[in-house]
Nanobody, 118 residues
Framework: QVQLLESGGGLVEAGGSLRLSCAAS????????LGWFRQAPGKEREFVAA????????TYKDSVKGRFTVSRDNAKNTLYLQMDGLKPEDTAVYYC???????????WGQGTQVTVSS
């Protein structure tokens, strides 16, 4: 069983920064990719960024490219999302998720709220 626990959300003014963390436990994560998703009120959950556990390859939603950076610390089994230049439209609940062996995003955290004021 995989457990994911997000932290680091909060309230920030537009243009500010936050760093989200996702502590993962329950198994090894080789051959996995880890991702961040978000869901704003009244909207569907959407992909934000992902990184492969054993490689440096990353992917991003177009609207966050150049502002958000996804990274991981293998020794700590922790995923991060550095968010700079935050905009009110980034307001959402942010979730981390794991895709093991390309089986899909089966494991999810509980989410952390990010609110960006204008």
């Amino acid at each position: 069983q995989v457990q994911l626990l997000e932290s680091g959300g909060g309230l920030v003014e537009a243009g500010g920064s936050l760093r989200l963390s996702c502590a993962a436990s329950g198994r090894t994560f080789s051959r996995s990719r880890l991702g961040w998703f978000r869901q704003a009120p009244g909207k569907e959950r959407e992909f934000v960024a992902a990184i492969w556990w054993t490689q440096a390859f990353t992917t991003y939603k177009d609207s966050v490219k150049g502002r958000f950076t996804v990274s991981r610390d293998n020794a700590k089994n922790t995923l991060y999302l550095q968010m700079d230049g935050l905009k009110p439209e980034d307001t959402a609940v942010y979730y981390c998720a794991v895709d093991i062996n390309s089986e899909g995003w089966r494991y999810w955290g509980q989410g952390t709220q990010v609110t960006v004021s204008s």
